[in-house]
């Protein structure tokens, strides 16, 4: 099974991006794809979750401003990020929980905020 994540970059603060993920490979039935982000000297953190059934949750921090959407039949999970500050500044990692029960990582995609 591989997680392909594309989209990160250099953004200027107030940009957005779009970041992707799709899946590929023999795997159960996706119960839940979410991304979580690891900045320098941090703790990995969730930052939004869909699952199979549309329900999406998101971070404090990111609320408002970010959007997770999913494409299943496609195996494709998407954030679009908007009013990117530098705090956003981190590794991305896509994450796929399936059914029976396993949990899939991608390789992580970088996002840099700055001017």
């Known amino acids: 099974v591989q997680l392909v994540e594309s989209g990160g970059g250099l953004v200027q603060p107030g940009g957005s991006l779009r970041l992707s993920c799709e899946a590929s490979g023999n795997f159960g039935s996706i119960s839940i794809m979410d991304w979580y982000r690891q900045a320098p000297g941090k703790q990995r953190e969730l930052v939004a979750a869909?699952?199979?059934?549309?329900?999406?949750n998101y971070a404090d921090s990111v609320k408002g401003r970010f959007a997770i959407s999913g494409d299943y039949a496609k195996n494709t999970v998407y954030l679009q990020m908007n009013s990117l500050k530098p705090e956003d500044t981190a590794v991305y990692y896509c994450?796929?929980?399936?059914?029976?029960?396993?949990?899939?990582w991608g390789q992580g995609t970088q996002v840099t905020v700055s001017s």
């Open positions: 869909i699952t199979s059934g549309g329900a999406t």
């Open positions: 994450n796929m929980v399936t059914l029976p029960f396993n949990t899939y």
